[in-house]
């Protein structure tokens, strides 16, 4: 078989060290995806990179793999920063199965849990530090770690870490870090703030997209239901019925979150919900219940959009469409992961059509609308979207719908 047809096939070939090449076998890992085929041969050599991949497509491997051989060659130490709590326990998990055969510490630095803990974390030097910014630059500012023996820097979901303020963070952290550094950033959509950081603080790094930018996942069928606000609880009802599996569910914010898992309950359906009012110990608990299947459904809110990594979800429910065109496409990502089909369903009012629209420009494809008994609604004006450039992050329309409610999003 030539070389690099076995490299599509398997892990050999891609430039990864032979120990690790064991471990990833020993834990299943047989096939690469594509982001892992393309990112992991650049970043074996120290080069800076930049991988455009939807949620759900093996990034996290893609970043693992490269950074632990890198800093074996360096003798330095990692640093991966995150936008949420989730996110950060997901990666430091796959950190620590694919790098405990070369006996691999890390240090776990996020907000909701105590300083202390953390503090004997660093003090036990590890190799790779995981945080989300805000909790990393607490540490910096308390002095309890300095950056200075940082050799590879990853920036992941670095879109949403924007999207959630983190920008001030970030560029704080980015001149503290060392220049001789390997930077690699992975995200989901490529906004042109992103793009300004990656011409700051990377070297020339090379690009790999493995789907347009802010593309939706191919094999998930999406649906919309235009619905009046007072007939959603009975479209929900229905649907839940329809769709036997596991259902994720999303609301705008973390008050209409509660309160559609206490309807949700009321119609005798195992439910949990995760936001930012939550504790980090019952998200970690909703997650896990979420996952084994003691709750079937679960309410989220967009803090979670990217921080669950549960397989296997038949159903995401937008109850409400997001006020970030972006976060539809994260929404709709857990599910029809790995290249599994999947169903996305969402509600939006008669007077949201326009946002519909937003959405259908964003992933270039036109969406089926339904009324409440199926009925389909035809679009006011035929719609072609399969090339028509991206509209980008400025649908003022669409994105300043609810800016006077911010405060009770999360």
């Known amino acids: 078989m030539p070389r690099e047809e076995l490299a599509q096939e398997t892990f050999f070939g891609l430039g990864i ?66 936008p949420t709590r989730e ?21 776990v630095l996020i907000g909701g849990t105590p300083m202390n803990p953390q503090i004997r974390q660093l003090r036990s030097k590890p190799h790779v530090i995981v945080a989300t910014p805000g909790r990393l630059i607490d540490h910096l500012q308390q002095k309890n770690l300095t950056l200075d023996r940082i050799g590879v820097l990853i920036l992941d979901e670095a879109d949403r870490m924007l999207d959630m303020g983190f920008a001030p963070q970030l560029k704080k952290i980015l001149v503290t870090v060392p220049t001789d550094r390997q930077t690699m950033l992975f995200s989901a959509t490529m906004p042109e703030e992103i793009e300004k950081i990656a011409r700051t603080y990377m070297k020339q790094p090379l690009r790999i997209e493995v789907a347009p930018s802010g593309t939706a996942a191919e094999k998930v069928d999406q ?14 009802e229905r649907l839940l019925k329809e769709y036997k599996g596991t259902v994720l569910l999303f609301t705008r914010t973390k008050h209409g979150a509660s309160k559609v898992a206490r309807l949700i309950k009321q119609m005798n359906h195992s439910v949990t919900e995760i936001h930012s009012n939550r504790s980090q110990n019952q998200r970690q608990d909703a997650l896990r219940g979420f996952s084994s299947g003691k709750y079937r459904v679960m309410v989220a809110t967009d803090i979670a959009a990217r921080g669950i990594d549960v397989k296997n979800i038949e159903l995401v429910l937008n109850f409400d469409l997001p006020d970030h065109l972006e976060d539809y496409v994260h929404r709709i990502g857990r599910t029809g992961r790995a290249g599994k089909a999947g169903k996305a369903i969402s509600f939006a009012a008669p007077e949201q059509k326009a946002d519909i629209r937003g959405i259908e420009r964003l992933i270039r494809k036109t969406l089926s609308m339904k009324t409440p008994s199926g ?18 992050r400025t649908d003022a329309g669409f994105r300043g719908r609810y800016r006077n409610q911010r405060k009770t999003r999360g």
Request: net charge positive.
């Open 17 to 82: 060290a032979p120990t690790l090449l064991e471990r990833l076998e020993k834990l299943g890992f047989q096939h690469p995806t594509p982001i892992q085929f393309k990112a992991i041969p650049v970043a074996v050599t120290g080069d800076d990179l930049i991988g455009i991949a939807q949620t759900g497509t093996g990034k996290t491997l893609a970043f693992t793999i490269p950074m632990l051989q890198q800093m074996s060659a360096r003798s330095k130490m990692g640093l991966v920063l995150l």
């Open 87 to 107: 996110l950060a326990v997901q990666v430091d998990e796959v950190l620590r199965k694919v790098g405990s055969v070369i006996g691999l510490r890390t240090a």
């Open 223 to 236: 649906e919309v239901y235009i619905v009046p606000k007072n007939e959603k609880t009975q479209l929900l």
């Open 375 to 392: 009925e389909t609604v035809i679009p006011d004006k035929p719609q072609q979207y399969h090339h028509t450039p991206r509209n980008r």
